[in-house]
């Protein structure tokens, strides 16, 4: 296995710039995962590592060999597919050695690292059967067992999962997440998903317009996002927002006015906020509906959702955007529920008018 090192990659086609000098970098063993929206350039750069398309400008090293140039055979990865791409004719033993027969590797050898795949990933007793016999997710096993036989430096995953079930999406989680415990591989996994992002990535890259807007773990970008993008696209359901404003500042606190008239003390951590208006985030599982009926943010409940062990309370607040507040799944809240809604101090995020963190909150 090798780590990736990614240097001021650049990719337009024609006129148009996809991947704007991205510089990344990626340790040996590391599950790292690129997710952003549709168009962000994530899949173009992961084709880019791969050799499948050309970099404009940059520089790709696989370990320490530099493979910009070279063709993808000759740079140690293996890609694995949204579409399973299965030979129908051939049995999961032939579609797994396949590429192994065309490197005309000894038929011993593909013998033994067939078996040794299949029992990995659970596919030994399906050897003879043909894709048509298969699940969804036999399907991608199979296609994740075609890229281990072929012992690459770095796997490639291009939204694996995206063609599966619900319930198969999480299974198949769960097995690509023990299949990288067990091989210590350094694997690159491009997802839209960013439930799949958080439960599987030692570090998440998360893409916009071309350009990395933060890379870290998933409790960094989670609880540390650096701006307003990350900070609404990381976490379901996603960050609220309140347009207020910072009255003062004052032993190391920013007091900040909320909708309806009453105030917080956010800790500043040693930032330099300035009064005016400002944009405050907190997480709906860190709000709180009050039985009291002073401070906090007034609203009136539009919508609960009973998930079982959580409730969604959907509250409409004056000025603002619908705020959700994530809630106990006895949650007595109904539509018509006139509520108020606390803010800890402590879990509130800080962003100036371009949307750059100043606060986060002190969970991690």
Same mark, same amino acid.
């Given at each position: 296995?090798?780590?990736?090192?990614?240097?001021?990659?650049?990719?337009?086609?024609?006129?148009?710039?996809?991947?704007?000098?991205?510089?990344?970098?990626?340790?040996?063993?590391?599950?790292?995962?690129?997710?952003?929206?549709?168009?962000?350039?994530?899949?173009? /750069?992961? !084709?880019?590592? +791969?050799? @499948?398309? &050309?970099?404009?400008?940059?520089? #790709?090293? *696989?370990g320490?060999?530099? $493979?910009?140039?070279?063709?993808?055979?000759?740079r140690?990865?293996?890609?694995?597919?949204?579409?399973?791409?299965?030979?129908?004719?051939?049995?999961?033993?032939?579609?797994?050695?396949?590429?192994?027969?065309?490197?005309?590797?000894?038929?011993?050898?593909?013998?033994?690292?067939?078996?040794?795949?299949?029992?990995?990933?659970?596919?030994?007793?399906? /050897?003879? !059967?043909?894709? +048509?016999? @298969?699940? &969804?997710?036999?399907?991608?096993? #199979?296609? *994740?067992?075609?890229?281990? $036989?072929?012992?690459?430096?770095?796997?490639?995953?291009?939204?694996?999962?995206?063609?599966?079930?619900?319930?198969?999406?999480?299974?198949?989680?769960?097995?690509?997440?023990?299949?990288?415990n067990?091989?210590?591989?350094?694997?690159?996994?491009?997802?839209?998903?960013q439930?799949?992002?958080?439960?599987?990535?030692?570090?998440i890259?998360?893409?916009?317009?071309? !350009?990395?807007?933060?890379?870290?773990?998933?409790?960094?970008?989670?609880?540390?996002?650096?701006?307003?993008?990350?900070?609404?696209?990381?976490?379901?359901?996603?960050?609220?927002?309140?347009?207020?404003?910072?009255?003062?500042?004052?032993?190391?606190?920013?007091?900040?006015?909320?909708?309806?008239?009453?105030?917080?003390a956010?800790?500043?951590r040693?930032?330099?906020?300035?009064?005016?208006?400002?944009?405050?985030?907190?997480?709906?599982?860190?709000?709180?509906?009050?039985?009291?009926?002073?401070?906090?943010?007034?609203?009136?409940?539009?919508?609960?959702?009973?998930?079982?062990?959580?409730?969604?309370?959907?509250?409409?607040?004056?000025?603002?955007?619908?705020?959700?507040?994530?809630?106990?799944?006895?949650?007595?809240?109904r539509?018509?529920?006139?509520?108020?809604?606390?803010?800890?101090?402590?879990?509130?995020?800080?962003?100036?008018?371009?949307?750059?963190?100043?606060?986060?909150?002190?969970?991690?």
């Open positions: 296995m090798a780590s990736l090192t990614l240097r001021d990659i650049q990719k337009s086609f024609g006129e148009v710039p996809i991947i704007r000098g991205v510089d990344l970098d990626v340790k040996d063993g590391e599950f790292c995962v690129f997710v952003g929206p549709s168009g962000c350039g994530k899949s173009t /750069l992961l !084709r880019l590592i +791969a050799g @499948l398309e &050309g970099t404009t400008e940059g520089t #790709v090293k *696989i320490e060999r530099d $493979v910009t140039r070279l063709a993808p055979a000759e140690g990865v293996s890609m694995v597919f949204q579409s399973y791409a299965l030979y129908p004719h051939m049995t999961v033993a032939e579609n797994i050695g396949f590429g192994m027969k065309m490197a005309k590797m000894p038929k011993t050898e593909i013998a033994a690292r067939t078996e040794k795949a299949a029992k990995l990933l659970h596919l030994t007793e399906l /050897l003879n !059967r043909r894709p +048509a016999q @298969l699940s &969804g997710g036999q399907r991608q096993r #199979v296609a *994740i067992g075609r890229a281990i $036989v072929r012992e690459p430096d770095v796997f490639l995953f291009d939204e694996p999962l995206s063609n599966l079930d619900a319930a198969l999406r999480v299974q198949m989680r769960i097995e690509i997440s023990k299949l990288h067990d091989l210590k591989a350094t694997m690159i996994y491009v997802t839209h998903d439930v799949e992002a958080m439960t599987m990535a030692d570090k890259v998360v893409l916009s317009a071309g !350009r990395i807007e933060q890379v870290g773990s998933p409790l960094e970008l989670y609880h540390r996002p650096n701006n307003l993008f990350v900070a609404t696209f990381i976490g379901s359901p996603k960050m609220n927002l309140f347009n207020v404003n910072v009255s003062e500042v004052t032993g190391g606190s920013a007091i900040v006015a909320l909708p309806g008239g009453s105030t917080i956010v800790p500043t040693g930032a330099t906020i300035t009064p005016g208006p400002i944009t405050l985030g907190v997480r709906p599982e860190h709000l709180t509906i009050a039985p009291t009926e002073t401070g906090g943010i007034p609203g009136t409940v539009s919508l609960s959702e009973h998930l079982g062990g959580e409730t969604m309370i959907y509250v409409d607040v004056a000025g603002s955007d619908t705020t959700i507040v994530k809630a106990d799944g006895l949650a007595p809240q539509a018509g529920d006139k509520v108020r809604i606390i803010v800890a101090p402590e879990t509130v995020h800080l962003f100036d008018k371009s949307g750059k963190a100043l606060v986060n909150g002190s969970l991690i």
